[in-house]
Structures are given as C-alpha cells and as structure tokens.
C-alpha cells in the first residue's frame, strides 16, 4: 500500500529522457528553420515569438511560447543550474484597468511619397526630414500644441506653470517636439521681452527635463537658443532697468544642464559651446553684457572651461576692462556698471578655479581608482573626484571614461587650446592675484577656524573692490594644501558648479529658493556637517546616473509620473544665482533681479 | 544514370557506355514529364546478364546481407532453404535480374520510381519472402512510403570502414588533376549526406558523429543550412517524418560531369573496390555526363547550390515559347502615332515589325512566340480597350532609359505600419497601390487624387436611369469616398497580393492557406480559393488576367482561374516551400522560385516542368520576366540577382552588390534597366541591356552549354540608391518609365 503510494508518477529512465530530449532537439530544429521561413515572408529581420508559434502550429504542435510580446523578455541565468530563464514581469491588472494615461493618438497607417531620386541622381530633398514626413499631427495634439504655447506665452502665470508642469511629464508629445523646437527658436524674435524670453527658457527646461522626450538632433537647436540669450545683446538690455543678468545667469545654467543631461545627443557639442563663448569673450566690439554672458556660460560649465579659456584669455580682457572701469565720467555710468557686472562674474569664477584646482591637486592620492589612464592625471583626477556636477553621464560616449577635459585635448583639430598646458596652481594664483588683488585672497586664507569663512564670501559679492581683510595669509599658498578640509566645506555647496538637479526640482522653485539663500545660507554651511566632498559628489553622480537613465524611457512601459524627485536639498545650489548676478550690483536693484527671477509660477 | 547503374563491371567495355546518352535521355524526359518509368528495366537488364562473372559477386554480397539478416531474426528455417536454394545458379541468376532492374528502376528521381526502386530494395533485404521470389516484387508500386524509402539505407557495411572510404576519396581526388578536381568534388556533399544517414539508419550513432563532425567542415559554406539540420538526426527515428530528409532521399543529386572526370572515379572506385560508395553513387546520386571539357571550380560553383543538386540538361532541353502574343488590332483615335503603340507590356522586341503600319503586324509572327490560342485567353472587354488604348498614349511619352538616363525613383512609404507591411502591388497604371499586412488585412489607397468609392446598394442601383450616358459614374456611391479601403478576411499574414490587370480585381493570398479575390468595385471578398493547405506564400495574376498562379509552404504552385474554385493546374517537382511565383509576359507560362534554391518554369498548357534553374544559394524571393520575354532574373536571400536565358536554359549572369535578401525585382518597360530592391534598405539599377548584350557575342550554343560568366556586376551596377530605412518590397515601372519603389517605414 505504501509502496504503491510512493509510486503515483511513472518513472522515466535516464535513457528514455534522453532519447525524448534529443528527438525534441530535431524537432524543434525544424520548427526554427519553420519559423524562419515565416519571418522572411514577413519581410523582417526579427524572428519574433509568433514566427516560432506559426511554425509549430504548422508542425502540429501546440504553440507554447505564450503571447508575443514587443518588449524583448530579458534573460536571466541561475548559475548553479546553468539555467537560464525568462523573467516574468507581473503585471498589475488594476493599474493597466485603471491607468488614466491611455496612449492614444495611434497615427492611422498611411502611404506618402518622395520622389527621391530624380534622374537617378542625389536627393530632391535633404535627408533629415524624416519626422516631419512621419508625424502628422493627429487632431487631439495639435489641440494640446496650441493650449501649451498659448499658456506658455500668455498672460495667467498659473497655467503657464500647469503647461509647463505638463511639458515636464507628458509621455506622449514626442511627435511635438520639433514644434516646440521651432517655437522656441523664435527667441530671436522677441529680444526686446524679458519676460517672454524667461518663458521660452523655461519651455526650454521642460523639454529636456521630460524623461519620455528623445531630444536627439534638437539639443542643438535648443542650445543654440539658449546661448542666444546668454551672449546676444539682447534689444531688452538697452534700458538698463531691464534685469537682463539674471536671464543670463538663468540660460547659462540651464545650458550647463543640458549639456550633462543631454550632451551626448551631439557628438562634440560641449566643444562647439566652448569655441563661440571665447569667440564672443575675445571680441572687443561685444558689448559688455555679452562678455558677461560669455563669462556666466564658461563657468557654468565648469571650472576646467574657467581654466581653458577664461583664464588664457584674462590677461588680454582685462586691459580692456580696467579701461571701462577706471573712466569715472557721467556718459560711462551705466558702462561701468556693466563692467562690475562683469568684473564680478569673472571674479566669482576665478575664485571657484582656484578652488577646485587647489581641491583637485590634493585628491588624486585618495583617488587613484579611476585613475588608470595616463595624461595630466592630477587635473583629470581632481575633476572627476571633486566636480561631480562636471562630468558627463557615465554612460554616454567613449571619451566618457576620459572625461571632458581629455575630450578637449584629443578633440578637434586647429582648436586654440589644444596644446594647452595646465598651469600650476601658484602660478595661476599668483596671475590672478594681480588682476584682483585682496579681493581674491579672502576666499582662500581662511585659515583653520571656519567662522569668517561664510561671512566673507557675502562681504565679498556685495563689494569686490573692497578691502582686503587678512591678505597675509591669502600669500601663503602652502595654506591652501593645508587647509584643504575646508575646500570641501566651501564646496559643499557648489555653488558654482550647478548640478542638473537643480534644474530638476520643480517649477521655479530654484528661484525661489534663491531669495531665501541669502538668509539661509550662512545656517546651512554650519548645518551640514556630512558634507564631505566625497559623499556629495556620489549624490549627485548618484542622481545623474538616475535620471539619464530614466531619459529614454519608452513611454508604453512606464507610468511613473513624476519626473526625477528634487532629493538633493535646493539650497545647494539655491544661491548660485543671485551670488553672480548680485556682483557689483547697486544694492537697489536687488530686488528687482531677485523677483524677475521669480517666475510667477 | 544508365552508364552508372551497370556497376564497375562495365568498366572494361568502354564502348557500353558510348551507347548511353541516348537512353539516358529518354528516362529523363519520361522523368520530367512525371510519368513512371518503365523503359530503363531493359538495358540494365542486358547489362546485368552480360557480366555475370561480376555480377555475383554483388549478388554474393546480397545474399550474404539476407542471411545475416535472417539469423538476426531468428528465421532459422528461411535460412536453410535461402542456403540451399541459393547453391543453385538458377536462382541467383534471377536475383541478379532483380537487382539489375532494382538498380536501374531506381534511376528516375521521381517519386513514384523511387518507390518502385524501394520496394524491390526492401525485399532484398528486408522481406524474407520476397527475397525467395524476388522477380514477383512488391504489388504496391508507387506508394511513398517513408519506411520504404528510408529502407534503402538499410545495406550493411562495415560502420568503421566509412571513414576511411571517405577519406580514401578524399586523398584521391585531392590528387588527381587540378581540371578534374573540381568536377569530382561535387560528390564530396552528396555523399557526405548519404553516407552519415546510413550510418544513422543503422544505428551507428557514434560513428556517425565522428564522420559527422570530422567531414562536415569540407562541404561548401552554401550547405551549411542543410547541414545543421542533418547534424540533429543521430538516430533513425528521427528520420522519420523529417522533411529534409525525404527531400534527399527520393529525389537523387544531380551532378554535372564531364565524362573524363567521371572515368577517373570510376576507376578508382573499382581498383578499391570500394562498394560502399560507389552504392551510393548508384542509388543515390545522378551523374549528368557530358562530353567535353571539365568545367571550372568557379563555373561549377556557379550551379551548384540547390537542395537536390544542378538541374540535369535534359530538364531544360524542352522547346519554350518565350515570344509575345500579339496584340490584338485596336482602332486608335486619329491623332495618336499608332507605330509607337507597342503592345500591353511594352516590348521592344516588336518594335521593328511595327514601326511600318498597324496592318502588317498580323503578319509576321514570332517563331519563339507560342500561337495565340495555345491556352484560351478572356476576351477583351471595351473597357480592356480603353485603356490599352490609354497604355499606348502613355507609351508614346515614355522615357527612354539606359546607361546616360537613368529613371527617377519615387519611394512610397507606408507610415505607421506597426501591423508589420508584408507585401505590396501596384496596378500597371499605376493609380493604385495595395499593401499586405501580418495582422491579416489588406489595404489599397488610391494614389491619384482620384477617390475610392463603393457601387451603391442594390436599392440605390435600382434607382438610378440605366440608359443615362453616365451610368458608370452614377452606380458609385459617393459616400464611400475615401483615400483608403480596408479589406479584412483573412486569418493570417497576408503574404502575397496581385491586382488585375483590369483594376476589377485584387488577389491576396495568406497564411491561412487560401488565396482570396476581392472585388475594388465594392471592396468585398468574392472568393476564397481553398487549395493549399498550408501558407501560401505568393499569389499573381497573369498578364492577361482570369488566370492566376498561387504557391506555398505544401510545395505545389496551383494554376487558377478566377471562376473555379478548383486548380486547373498542379505543378509538383519542388523539393521545398515555393516562395514566389510570376507568369511570363504571354501567360503561357509560368515561374516558381522555392526555398530549394532552384528556380523552375512550368508550361501552363500541359503542367509540365520546361526548365530548371540552379545557382542560388538560398530561397528565392523575387523573380520578374524581362518585357520581351526572353529573360528572367531571379533574387535570392543571399542577395545575388542571377539571369537567365529562357530559350536556352542558361544563366547568364551574376548581379552581386545586394548585402541582404532580394525581395523585388523589375525590368524597365523597354527592358533596358532592371531596378532590384532589398531588405538592405537599397534599390539597385542594372544594366540590363549590357547584360544580354554582351552575352549574345558569346557562343553559349555549345553542347555543354557552360558559359563562364565573368564578374562584371561593378560594371552593370548602374546606381545604388539608399531609403530611409525603409526594406524595398515592391518596384514597379510607370508607363512611362518612373521607378516607384515601396516599403514600410522601419524606424
């Protein structure tokens, strides 16, 4: 009785199982070459599941692959089996039952046509034209376009911040793209507006903040028009009372932004930004807010831009800025003015050069890791470690590994500096002393105790020019080396150095924020005892990682609304802003800069 | 195969095998005509009982493979009397006569000689009783059994001694001379495959593996799919059922050989005495010897390729009528140049005798062209009329093409075509195109301004004034109008669709199995022709429509016409799936490529198989006639274009350039350029006058009928124009030499 309980399944030998696998093998190896036959009357390449279902229906037996499905099931392996399986997703019913967001706007199958080769010979029209052919718009988008930019360019700031909330998030404008695009070249049209151009920028943002968006060949369109508003001398700075600076301020972040996010769309993009922002810095005719603008850009890209090119270059601008400076006439008020403006943006980016390179000679002892390739390993080194906000996406192109500044060296030929050499950090001390004398030293010579140190900073913004508190030890470059601790601390925040979340936060709220920062900001420094330089920077590297990789997600399979989470605290970089634009600034117009950067959202 | 199956014993007398050739040429054409044979049993049989002296030693061989047999199963008693009945030499010689006839019934490739061929196999070896009376065969001629056919693999030989064998050849071929070292290596592949299924018949499981993987890396790459699938059968039950397999088996490899080379095998086979393949050869493999010089390796390459080996030439010896049907007289109006009007598909061929006056055309007709009423065609109807009349206006505004003036392309792509795009037609006026999608429907748009519309109801059609002028335009229901029709009846991809040359009728034919005609006046299905039982893979309506031609995955192209529901026509010899299938410009015939790789011209007067041709190496997806009818061009997977001469049964051309599967193909309407478009996302255009023309100067009359193609596709490769990753799956020449060209958006 026991026994026969024991046996309830029919026991197969070795051989059988064996015998029964290897005939299977033939089998199936017919039904391969079946399917095969199916896929090739379909004119594909792809041998999908229901290729193998049609030939085993055809064979007579069952289908078992289950449903064919688009996505491409991912394999998985258990090592110790040597198994390997598909993973099966579970898919919550409810979810897909209830899912509001239900792609619809499915283009009807159409055919159009192109003569595309007259005479035999080249192509009627060029050959980029592809999406424009593909996508007609479908009643329901054309809606949603004309809603968008109507809200965006108009007038209630409350659904300007819904379109813009909605740009940000919505999975399924991807055929709209090249509208919005062509809407926000119109930049050029309307110079003379502030605040339009402010809007258009902010369309900008969410655009390249959509996860589902493929900006591809259109992040040099979008660039081109954000460097628009950086360099051009728009037709709104004419009137002084205008606050172009801080639109300025704005696009260069947002240019840097897109730049990490999206840079690697476009082969060689960030070296092309380089290049015309020191065309336009090395052009005398250029009026000074262009110059600004060209100075906000480099170091919103980074300390390494700061170093190619604004630093080189500053020896031969600053006669021409002492000259506009030292004219004390009434006809040169307001040129003046634009001249500290100016004065102080460099200020501010020297100060940070100085600071990350003085950081970055020390780290590469702590970070060799990465470190496996040769060339000016400190610079490099230094770069990777302590800017994390400088470096690309990881994944992107097969310099990425090298970072940007080897890019640049290895980068396109006749470049003026390409057989640029890394000056050392005395030297460039000592250059830069020159030009800003005291002025500079006070971001260094700290000292050990902490307390001046945020204080000075402000004291600093608000009055450049001013006196020199404790120079002495601002000399005395083996401080820096010794007091390195504090370097992270200062960077803790970079200020300097605009990390993409910052653009990822919601809304305007940056800009918000910023006008707290004054107060804050001196708390914060004190409050954030963790800020190791190490630690943050694998946040932020951390949260860039994230989000790239969350760009190119294909809409049908996510559902996640909200777009990259604002996890990095807006203070660190809340005050990057209002740190430049406030340079030399009067104290009265503070506050017209601080609210026009209040977008009303 | 004559010269083969007499064995080596007829090697001393050199003059028997002169005397062949003729007799090998009556089995084959009895073969090719389908009909079982039955002459060959004599000459082998004089063969036979002229040698006697050799002939028992294989007989002795025989009879020692019966008693083993026997003993295995225990028949002690068959045993005895097989022994003693087999001292006698009365009885061996008749079992002599029955394997000479068994040897040379098994000549023909068909299946039902196989059969034959297999049962008197089977009863030597495998039936005790008929092995006793071996002259009263097997009643059951020509049923293919697949244990009858795979029995002859059942001869035992030494498993060890196989490889040897193999490598004994191989040594000897490898140094006989360089100009007979290419023909002999033809046997290497065919044997290869015999031999390892023996082995696997047998049961030598392991044995077979170490020839397997021991040899297989010798055969040429062009078989390696076939290969692979043989590398899975280890064991015998998995021949059965396996449909490759049968493929081998019944149907012989065919080799071309010239005679001095195939002397040389035969003789060393018979110093070794090397049974075992030289059986093979016997059974399994047919010799085409000719006289002459040997070919080349790279004019043998040329041939090779296809499942079952070169087509034999006798296959291809069959007069085909590859002229145009003349056009019938039609009243032009006053002011059209009526010498310019060329007949329906625009051939250049009868432009000569027409450029005098309409009135003497009817004269003078086309020796290659078959006479008008060899298969009935359909009446022309007025509206047949009109718009031939309109072809021949176009006609006179056609661009002349050529190297100097190549077409314009006009790409239409199918956009959002996410139901996967699987096969598109236009019509020859090029006003509409239709697209076949995998989700089972089919699509036609209009790609004039010109809207589709429904006929009205039958209410409404009653309504209407019958006698009014315009009653054609009134019977249409505006309503309907739109750019697009959606036509859903299948239940599976739709493989293959064809319009009427009318614009009345679409056809469309699909994985389900049927071939269906839908109406463009309603855009409703009227007919579902059931015939095929498996995929159909390509459908198309002949030139003078009525007639259509359909193939698919059961291996036969039926012949319809639009009002049967049965086929008039069964063409059967393809050893695979047919994979496209095109009729000749004068509708007589009609051509299939299949996945065997060979391509075969059937006549639709009689069903009979008229050509043959191999050198692809893979399945053909594409095939287009050239306008004058003389030509075709064939595409394949392994994108190669390749030409071929109708008249002569020839290839005359290799158009290399294509890096993915060839799915279209077309001439220019005066023949001069042919556009070829593949899944490389290419359109290629060819030289195609070069082509013919530089061939004509060659003396390709020759009996050998081998021609060296030179590598010239550079030089005929007129342009390659690339789309926007859209696969090129249909081209098509306006009237007036537009290329149009179609595919799906692939993003």
Sequence with gaps: MAEREERRFAEVSRESIKLMAESAGVE????????????????????????????????????????????????????????????????????????????????????????????????????????????????DLLKYYQQITRAILGDDPHLMKVALLDLQSNSKIAALLPYFVYVISGVKSVSHDLEQLNRLLHMVKSLVQNPYLYLGSYVRSLVSSVMYCILEPLAASINPLNDHWTLRDYAALLLSHILWTHGDLVSGLYHQILLSLQKVLSDPVRPLCSHYGAVVGLHALGWKAVERVLFPHLPAYWANLQAVLDDYSVSNAQVKADGHKVYGAILVAVERLLKMKALSLSQPAADAGPGAHSGSAAGVLGYRVSSPGLSPPPEPLSEAALGIASHLQTGGAGCPWEDWTPVPLPAMYCELYSFFGDSLAMRFSTGPGFGGDPAQPGDARKDPPGPASNHDTARKMPQLTANLNISPRQDGSPRTDPPPPSLAATGCGSQRQAGLSRDVFPKARFTSPQAGPLVFSFLIGGRQMGRSCRGRRPFQTTFALTPAPAAVPPRAYAHKLPVIGRVGKPVRRWAPSHYSLHLPL | MAAIQGGMAEAVEIKDIKTEPPVDAVVNNNANDGSVLSASPGPGGSVGSTKPATGALEEKQTLLAILQFLKKNQLSESVDILRREAGLPQDLFDLKGADASSGSGGTPGTVEGGGLDANSLLSRVTSSSAAQAPVKAPPAEDQPDVSVVLSAYSQQGDPALYEVYYSGLKKFIETVLDCHRAELSQVFYPLFVHMYLELVYNNHENVAKAFFEKFSGDQECYYREDLQVLSGLTKKEHMRGNETLLDFRTSKFVLRISRDSYQLLKRHLQERQNNQIWNIIQEHLYIDIFDGMPRSKSQIDAMSGSLAGEGKREANKAKVYYGLLKEPEIELPLDDED??????????????????????????QDPNAPSQTRIPLPELKDSDKLDKIMYMKEATKRIRLGRDNLPSICFYSFLNAYQGLTAVDFTDDSSLIAGGFADSSVRVWSVTPKKLRKVKSAADLNLIDKESDDVLERIMDEKTASESKLLYGHSGP?????????????????????????????????????????????????????????????????????????????????????????????????????????????????????????????????????????????????????????????????????????????????GEILASGSMDNTVRLWDAMKAFDDLETDDFTATTGHIHLQDNSQELLLGCYTTKSSPVLHLHFTRRNLLLAAGGYNP
């Design chain 2, 339 to 364: 010498e310019e009007a060329e007949n329906e598909e625009g051939k250049p061929k009868k432009k000569k005798p027409k450029k005098d006056s309409t009135g003497s055309k009817s004269k003078k």
């Design chain 2, 494 to 670: 739709v493989y293959g669709i064809s319009f009427s040359p009318d614009r009345n009728y679409l056809l469309s034919s699909s994985e389900d199995g049927t071939v269906r005609l839908w109406s463009l006046q309603t855009f409703t299905c009227l007919v579902g022709y059931k015939g095929h039982n498996y995929p159909v893979w390509d459908t198309q309506f002949s030139p003078h429509g009525y007639y259509f031609v359909s193939g698919g995955h059961d291996r036969v192209a039926r012949l319809w016409v639009t009002d049967h529901h049965q086929p008039l026509r069964m063409f059967a010899g393809h050893l695979a799936d047919i994979t496209c299938t095109r009729f000749h410009p004068n509708s007589n015939y009609v051509a299939t490529g299949s996945s065997d790789r060979t391509i075969r011209l059937w006549d639709v007067l009689n069903g009979n198989c008229v050509r043959i041709f191999t050198g692809h190496k893979g399945p053909i997806h594409a095939l287009s006639f050239s306008p004058n009818g003389k030509f075709l061009a064939s595409g394949a997977t392994d994108g190669r274009v390749l030409l071929w001469d109708i008249g002569h049964g020839l290839m005359i051309g290799e158009l290399k350039g294509h890096t993915d599967t060839i799915y279209s193909l077309k001439f220019s309407r005066d």
């Design chain 1, 28 to 139: 199936l190896s017919d039904d391969v070459a079946g399917s095969s036959h199916f896929m090739r009357h379909a004119k594909r390449r792809k041998l999908t599941v229901e290729d193998f279902n049609r030939a085993l229906r055809w064979s007579n037996v069952e289908a078992i692959c289950g449903y064919g499905s688009q996505d491409a099931l991912p394999f998985r392996s258990v090592k110790e089996g040597e198994l390997f399986f598909t993973e099966e997703r579970e898919v919550n019913l409810v979810e897909l039952a209830l899912a509001t967001n239900i792609p619809k706007g499915c283009a009807e199958t159409m055919v159009r046509v192109s003569v595309s080769y007259l005479d035999g010979k080249g192509n009627v029209e060029p050959q980029g034209t592809v999406p424009s052919a593909v996508q007609s718009l479908s009643e």
